[in-house]
């Protein structure tokens, strides 16, 4: 069972910067992927980032240009550098990571991310 810990949440005022951490208790050689999600109250959980441990990044339109996503395969961390935040980016956001070699899906607990205008 892969543990994914969560790390760097907090309040921000819109047009402010966060970065959110998150490690997995395995190594990177089991891992094809790790990401973003994020949950705002009463709606469905939405796809925000996705890095490939092969070094491919992708970003959901409403966060390109903003929010970037990374890596560091040392440590079996990702991070995701959030800039020009919005009070429409408020949500928990939940790490994910797709296993070698089924890509099974394990989740973070999530951290409450909150943008005030």
């Known amino acids: 069972q892969v543990q994914l810990v969560e790390s760097g949440g907090g309040l921000v005022q819109a047009g402010g910067s966060l970065t959110l951490s998150c490690a997995a208790s395995?190594?990177?050689?089991?891992?094809?992927?790790m990401g973003w999600y994020r949950q705002a109250p009463g709606k469905q959980r939405e796809w925000v980032a996705t890095?490939?441990?092969?070094?491919?990044?992708y970003y959901a339109v409403s966060v390109k240009g903003r929010f970037t996503i990374s890596m560091n395969n040392t440590k079996s961390t990702v991070y995701l550098q959030m800039n020009t935040l919005k009070p429409e980016d408020t949500a928990v956001y939940y790490c994910?990571?797709?296993?070698?070699?089924?890509?099974?899906?394990?989740w973070g607990q999530g951290t409450q991310v909150t943008v005030s205008s």
């Open positions: 395995v190594s990177i050689s089991s891992i094809n992927a």
């Open positions: 994910t990571a797709l296993l070698r070699p089924d890509n099974n899906r394990s």
């Open positions: 890095f490939a441990t092969g070094g491919s990044s």
